[in-house]
């Protein structure tokens, strides 16, 4: 059986989203107050905001990983964590504009959450079928 082979557009995602997580990342550890003030976020948890932090620089490090990986069945299990986390931070996104009125910062998360949701099905889909 031959081996499916990572396409060029799911590398490129991954290294895009590494450098995105990694900046957001370390925004949400490091400066939690200033980075919701930046955005005008209605309320701030600095302990959760940390480990919202914690989390981007995660799948920012399983984005750097993945793009290193050139056999689709090694990485496909990073891509459905992506996906998935991508689907649910759009939802929380979305809900959240509409009902606590975040503002352009939240709009601007929902269309980056949205972005990488349709990278990283778009190179899901091109691989698995």
């Known amino acids: 059986m031959a081996e499916k082979e990572v396409s060029k557009v799911l590398k490129i995602t991954f290294l895009v989203h590494f450098v995105v997580a ?12 200033e980075f919701v003030a930046l955005f005008s976020w209605p309320y701030s948890d600095p ?3 940390r480990m ?9 490090i399983s ?3 993945g793009s290193r990986i050139s056999d689709w069945e090694k ?4 891509v459905v964590m992506e996906i998935v986390w991508l689907a649910v931070a759009f939802v929380v996104m979305l809900l959240s504009v509409i009902i606590a009125g975040t ?7 929902v269309f980056i959450s949205a972005a990488f949701l ?7 889909f091109q691989t698995t079928w």
């Open 75 to 78: 990485v496909k299990i990073v």
């Open 103 to 109: 503002g352009l910062g939240g709009l601007l998360f």
């Open 63 to 65: 984005s750097l990983l």
């Open 47 to 49: 302990v959760a905001t």
């Open 22 to 33: 990694v900046i957001l990342g370390f925004f949400y550890l490091f400066l939690p107050d």
């Open 52 to 60: 919202l932090g914690a989390a981007f620089l995660g799948f920012g």
């Open 118 to 124: 349709g990278l990283f099905i778009f190179s899901y």
